[in-house]
């Protein structure tokens, strides 16, 4: 996926679909090696999706393409060319094959890939210990040309801190994966040695609603936990500027298929809501913790915007190394975050559909389902993107997710640190480089 969200050529240069969206033809760049110096081809291209649809694999991508995609009629009539007969019309289809999970690997390689790490990407693996130690050197094979770089060194630090101290010292130049807190951005830009970039609307955060634990079971006080609250005042003390506001809607703005929906804070029909519903003067607990810094600020400016409503929030920090494996669905109310990048279609099934693994909320909603799938049947992209939007509608107004927001991500790097960039799951390693 580009910077804005559209679907664009890599290893598959073009694809078209039959007339009714279950036949999709991909055409695939010629020239392409893998590390091994093995050719790129068609048979590559379907051992790498037949492996993530088969369950024993486990793939979180394996849950949104095998309602799809049959593994026995995925074909490669030549080197270059890849047909897919899916098990029903989708015109989203190329999008779902943008996720990381997608990445080719060689035919065959699934047992071993764990191991060798062979792609087609600009860096081949030389060492890697788990918890420990990496180092992959440049491919000068790759189809795109040699990266600027000779090498990536990458070291497990799980300590923020112990990050942040060697990014200062000069033992490190990027760190990754880290949302750094305001307070340790603010040191960081300060320093003669790092300094900081955003990877804008990196990150969408989440207050999710858990609909099959009282009470928000009754869709009058899932509406009212959204009527009660300022999405407005959360991004200012939450995020300090470093953001936009979500309205509860988890597209990311600008993206294709977004809608501007929101609806208005209103905290006198928030209360009136809550006492139809038998709820007036409602206390409830928020989980959060010290996994990422956002979500203590978030859910403490969340409970001081519905107080207004009557709603009593009481926020409750939980351990950061249990917090997904005991809190995340499973406490009615608490904090959490995605990562930005994924396609409408998928966000929109993987997130909400009813029955989905990562269905956070439980929400389950017929109407909804069909949505979704009208919208995959749907050839004509201008009714496509009605759909998705009417779906996003229905998030907002019956869903038990709450997003109040978009946040850049706060990247630390070293000052010596040229070209990068990072958009959604993607980022370029082909570009990035290094002061000589």
């Known amino acids: 996926m580009d910077e804005n969200g559209r679907t ?13 969206g279950t036949v999709w033809t991909f055409r695939l760049r010629d020239g392409v ?18 492996r993530i649809v088969d369950p024993a694999l486990a793939s979180p991508q394996g849950t949104v393409l095998r309602p799809l995609l049959d593994p026995n009629r995925v074909y490669t009539p030549e080197p270059g060319v890849l047909r897919i007969e899916l098990r029903s019309p989708n015109f989203e289809f190329p999008a779902l094959l943008t996720n990381y999970n997608c990445y080719v690997i060689p035919d065959g390689s699934g047992d071993t890939i764990g191991t060798t790490g062979v792609g087609t990407g600009p860096f081949r693996l030389d060492t890697f210990s788990p918890g420990g130690r990496g180092r992959v050197v440049a491919n000068g094979d790759h189809w795109e040309g040699p990266p600027v770089l000779d090498a990536i060194e990458m070291f497990a630090m799980t300590d923020i801190q112990a990050r942040t101290n060697a990014l200062l010292s000069g033992q490190v130049d990027l760190l990754t994966q880290t949302n750094l807190d305001f307070a340790t951005a603010r040191v960081v830009e300060a320093s003669e040695r790092a300094t900081i970039a955003r990877s804008v609307n990196a990150q969408w955060y989440v207050l999710p609603m858990l609909t099959t634990a009282e009470p928000f079971t009754d869709p009058r006080v899932r509406r009212a936990m959204k009527l009660a609250y300022d999405p407005g005042h959360v991004v200012d003390v939450a995020l300090q500027g470093t953001g936009v506001v979500g309205n509860d809607n988890p597209v990311p703005p600008g993206t294709p298929y977004w809608t501007d929906h929101a609806v208005p804070r209103d905290p006198e029909r928030a209360r009136a809501l809550l006492a139809e519903a038998g709820h007036e003067g409602l206390r409830v607990d928020l989980y959060t913790s010290s996994y990422d810094p956002v979500f203590t600020p978030m859910a403490l400016a969340y409970r001081d915007s519905v107080a207004e409503a009557g709603i009593d929030v009481t926020v409750r920090n939980a351990s950061a190394d249990s917090y997904y494996t005991r809190i995340w669905m499973s406490e009615p109310l608490m904090a959490t975050y995605w990562y930005t990048g994924r396609p409408a279609d998928q966000l929109l099934n993987q997130v909400f559909r009813s029955g989905s693994s990562y269905n956070e909320t439980a929400w389950s909603n017929a109407d909804f389902d069909a949505l979704l799938d009208d919208a995959r049947r749907t050839a004509d992209e201008d009714r496509r993107a009605t759909l998705y939007q009417d779906a996003q509608r229905m998030v907002v107004d019956e869903g038990g997710a709450m997003t109040p927001m978009f946040a850049d991500r706060l990247v630390g790097i070293s000052r010596d640190v040229l070209n990068y960039r990072e958009t959604g799951f993607e980022f370029d390693y082909l570009n990035i480089g290094l002061r000589p």
């Open 8 to 20: 664009v050529p890599d290893l598959a240069t073009e694809w078209e679909s039959s007339t009714d």
């Open 33 to 50: 090696t893998f590390h091994d110096g093995a050719r790129f081809t068609s048979r590559d291209a379907a051992h790498t999706l037949r």
